[in-house]
């Protein structure tokens, strides 16, 4: 305790866990938590109340929501959501955020009640052994049994959701350490032996790296989620430029670089574009940084960029060689393994490499485009809805999109202009992701303009959170495009299983009326000339809005590599 | 072509609850199958050492390796396969034996395996075998036609051939200091002193400080060997031969000691002087006697030393013809591991100016226990009332165990040019001076032609400062006259220091403290001296008269007051 009191600022007089942990979340900057109260949360709950000036509490309606909810928050703020829930039920309608956050590598600090010390272990009532059932995961999680672990703990919390590759922390805090007292400090700095991420690259790898990219006649980047956590964008743009290499993005890499950009060309994998795509097979080095060669992007492995030599840069050293060999592994945060690489390679053109990308794109227009934005009597075509809405906003706005084909469509036809501006659920595919994320999103960001875009299978999945909505008076616009399918699921059983439609066709409710009910204004489109108009309204209303657009009921995403195929036996049609 | 292979994971984690959660959940989620898995705290607290055999190919490993990593609590991961490994395993086997011929069967193979018969019962025994896992295997396919009642085995544990590997890679606690320095108070002396410094109007009689400046001659010779370019290069480790022979003359003609010069080591002070010796001396087991009260800087340097083991104090008797050695309490607190007695005299704090009878008692105890004597005789000069200082090093039947440790601070008012020296026997002196070219190289150049100067020139300086003290120790005990609440049992027989003690118990380092923070004067308490110095005060009066006798005034004052 005495060298702990040298480093900590120490104030007068004992205090309850409960506010042990709020002054704590007040210290790491924390002034959002999304949460829902329960038995063995409520000393933390009452303690809340004297710190409404402080800490903003949004009151989800279910616990799934408050995790994604803090996602969303995290996601366009870089820092770490907090998550605030009971224990039993509470914490395990939190798993599903959690496992998202983890596999999304989004930083969340989640806090579930848990029953007292005395009974733990005793099938107490709400009692679940959260940590675990978090264990696989979490990054970290800890169980908080008395309450002078509080502030440490919260303090490593905090850390550890956000550096190195960030991912979610779950803290479980017992009922007895919340109502104890304890003398409050607060470590200013937090060291942990076994966690100390590696942020620099090797500069011998990156003179490697950066002989490779000189001497190759068609280098090719990739760029992933990494660089927008590691805010690398202006890097990229920089090294893109001065290498004159034309770029890609994976999903999570969207708005990384502005889709207008003349060497962006566009999205990867298994919905991606396809010259991405197809010329991955021609590169002779691939510069990937910050992404992870996920199966949605590679395809099959044993016939992925064979003839590329793969530079490797990611934070995490578990991702390098984990699906593709790397040529040149770098262990380093985003922006400085770029901005040193910058430094060696020469300024190049590779103008017919990118000539090749845009004949590509050309076939990509004339096969699937053309007819993605034709009138069509069957129905308005989802990329319409998307490319009205890009065109409307230009391309400033955060689109949170939910999973399924209209995340897609929201992924390849709006025109992302800032970063942190495309959300979703990438590497768990979360239906219902969108509605609490894109709330999470509206608090982080109260000035832009926030747009969740969701298909009416996912939407029934968090639908409660309307009411969150309406309470907090959070202008959310929602997009709702209804086909009254499970449309992807719909479209593999099209193409892969003879059109056998089992269990995808939807008997919806009247989302108006249950939009209505809930207090939110809402509008349906049907006609394809009557969209603009009503868009135009949903976003020049100042409260939430949701338009739900009836969509054509049979329509497919394309390009497409099917499962388990090559990345060049991409498929227009 | 994926070969699968067996590897031994050794993994070093935080000893914390759940750890062993997430390393197998690790295997789990790869659907491999755990052979075996040991735990254990290794040598480092709040470490633990996970032993986890799996059979798997070698890009799986590598990828479970890195896995490994991303948990927080996980702090190094070896893998190897076997030929990296010395590794073994426990069994247990409880063997049914019906007749005494089945007993003997069962003996002799556990004989052949070198199994050890564990437990007798009526009838079966329990044969506990170490070994490799094939051993086990086989010893168990020959025990099993005798009804195996019951076998358990503990799973491998494993270490590296290479034991290189292993060290420096991590370490739990990296940034704390060496557990004997964070247990090492400041001294007590340097506190004081710095308070005395934060306090505005302190004087201080803390510090051992003579008030005057090196005489001019002595300056004069340094500022010569400057200019003449003599102190810009390294000198000898040991001081140069001019210096050495000086010193040799001295120690013949001031303390009886018939030297050579490579029997001397000129050092950074006596303190380096004191630490080279103990460094050189002491392993940490040994002891040291240290008869107290003592300089507190003696007991932190042998602390330093001994890696933290605290010295065995033997306080001398405080009677009203002094602080007397009493031979019977020396030599009663001997043990087997004692090395060495140490000796300063004449003493700080308390004055004492130790007798040839009592520096003979010492020899013979030496003698008869074979122990090193390392003294500090840096007040040589400094003794009263006819009081003569004798180096025991001058004594023939201790010379060859007698390390003598001088120097010119006080001696010549020279605290700052920082010279002191080491006399013993060479081939003690080789031993030595390894430490000592280790801690500083070589004494500072232009202090050693100071001290030339010093031991070479007139040596009246020395008696006039002599006299000074005995003027000032006259001031202290005059002013201590006047109160009955703090007294000198016997006045002090040398250096310049006063020791007086409390008529009544108090906390004497809570008394130090409140003298500087309500009286404005510093001194040490006596408690930082080791057994005997508790309820003491030491008072230095090697400052300024006016100074001394201001600060006595507010001592007595004070005491009058609250004590």
Known sequence: ?573 | MVTIRTYTIIIFTENKPGVLNRISDLFLRRKINIESLTVSEVQKEGVSRFTVVVKVDKNMIEKIVKQLYRIIEVLKVFENTDSDLIFKEIAFFKVATKTPDQRHEIEDLAYLFRARINFVGNDFVVIEKTGSEEEINSLYALLRPFNVREFVRSGRIAVLKEEARFSGKFNPTPKEPADMTLNIDVSAIKKMQLMAWDTKGTISLAQGIPSFNSAKHIRDAAKKAIDENLVDKYTAGNGIIELREAIVEKLARDNKMKVTTDQIIVAHGAIEALMAVFMALLNPSDEVLVLTPDYASHITQTRIARHGGRPIFVPLTETEKGWVLEAEKLEASITQNTKAILICNPCNPTGKVYSIEELKEVARISNKYNLFIITDEIYEYFTFDGKKHISIGSLPEVKDRVISIFGISKSYAMTGWRIGYIVANKNLITQIFKIHDSLITCPTAVSQYAAIAAIKGRQDIVEEYKKAFEKRRGIVVEELSKTKKLFLTSKPEGAYYAFPKFAKEVDDYEIAVRLIREAKVAVVPGSAFGLGGENHIRISYGGDEEELREGMRRIVKFVEKNC
């Open chain 1, 1 to 573: 305790m005495d060298k702990k009191q040298k480093n900590i600022r120490q104030s007068q007089g004992k205090i309850t866990g409960s506010q042990a942990l709020l002054e704590s979340l007040v210290r790491e900057g924390v002034s959002v938590i999304f949460g829902y109260p329960g038995g063995a949360i409520m000393p933390v709950y009452d303690a809340l109340y004297n710190y409404k000036d402080k800490l903003r509490h949004i009151l989800v309606r279910h616990e799934q929501g408050a995790g994604h909810a803090a996602e969303g928050y995290a996601r366009v703020t870089g820092r770490p959501g907090v998550a605030l829930v009971t224990s039993g039920p509470g914490a395990t309608n939190l798993v599903t955020a959690i496992a998202d956050a983890m596999i999304d590598s989004v930083p969340i600090v989640c806090i579930t009640g848990q029953v007292s010390m005395s009974v733990l272990g005793t099938d107490a009532f709400q009692e679940v052994d959260v940590i675990g059932v978090t264990t696989p995961i979490t990054k970290w999680n800890y169980q908080v049994t008395k309450a002078e672990e509080i502030p440490e703990v919260i303090a490593k919390a905090f850390y550890i959701a956000g550096t190195g590759r960030p991912g979610p922390v779950v803290i479980d805090i017992t009922k007895n350490a919340q109502q104890d007292l304890m003398e409050f400090y607060y470590p200013k700095k937090v060291e942990i032996i076994g966690y100390q991420p590696t942020t620099q690259p090797n500069i011998k790898q990156i003179k490697l790296a950066a002989d490779l990219i000189n001497k190759a006649k068609k280098p090719y980047m990739f760029i992933g989620h990494g660089i927008l956590i590691s805010n690398a964008t202006s890097e990229v743009m920089d090294l893109v430029e001065k290498t004159g290499m034309p770029v890609a993005s994976t999903l999570h890499g969207l708005s990384a670089i502005p889709a207008n950009h003349p060497l962006y060309a566009g999205m990867l994998g298994m919905h991606g574009n396809y010259g991405p795509n197809m010329l991955t097979q021609d590169a002779d080095v691939i510069l990937a940084v910050g992404m992870r060669f996920d199966d949605r992007v590679t395809g099959r492995l044993s016939d992925y960029a064979k003839k590329a030599k793969v530079i490797h840069i990611d934070i995490d050293p578990a991702e390098l060689n984990k699906n593709v060999q790397a040529f040149v592994p770098i262990v380093s945060d985003a922006k400085p393994a770029l901005s040193a690489l910058i430094k060696y390679v020469n300024k190049n053109t590779h103008t017919a490499w990118v000539n090749e990308f845009k004949k590509a794109d050309k076939k990509e227009e004339e096969k699937v485009h053309i007819h993605e934005f034709k009138n069509d009597k069957d129905g308005i075509k989802m990329a319409q809805v998307i490319k009205m809405l890009s065109n409307k906003t230009k391309g400033d706005a955060i689109i949170v999109a939910d999973v399924g084909q209209h995340q897609m469509k929201a992924a390849r036809y709006f025109e992302y202009k800032n970063p942190h501006s495309y959300i979703t659920s990438g590497g768990a595919g979360t239906m219902g992701f969108a509605l609490p994320a894109s709330m999470g999103a509206k608090v982080a960001a109260p000035r832009k303009e926030v747009i969740a875009i969701i298909g009416d299978g996912s939407f029934q999945m968090t639908i409660q959170e309307l009411a969150t909505i309406a309470q907090e008076g959070l202008p959310v616009k929602v997009i709702l495009l209804n086909n009254n399918f499970l449309g992807m699921v719909r479209q593999w059983q099209e193409m892969f299983y003879e059109k056998r439609y089992s269990f995808t066709n939807l008997k919806n409710p009247d989302f108006i009326a249950v939009t209505k009910g809930f207090g939110i204004k809402a509008e349906k489109v049907i006609d394809i000339k009557d969209l603009s108009a009503a868009m135009d309204r949903m976003l020049d209303s100042k409260e939430a809005f949701l338009l739900e657009v009836e969509v054509k009921k049979e329509e497919n995403v394309f390009p497409m590599v099917p499962s388990g195929a090559a990345v060049h036996e991409i498929r227009l049609e």
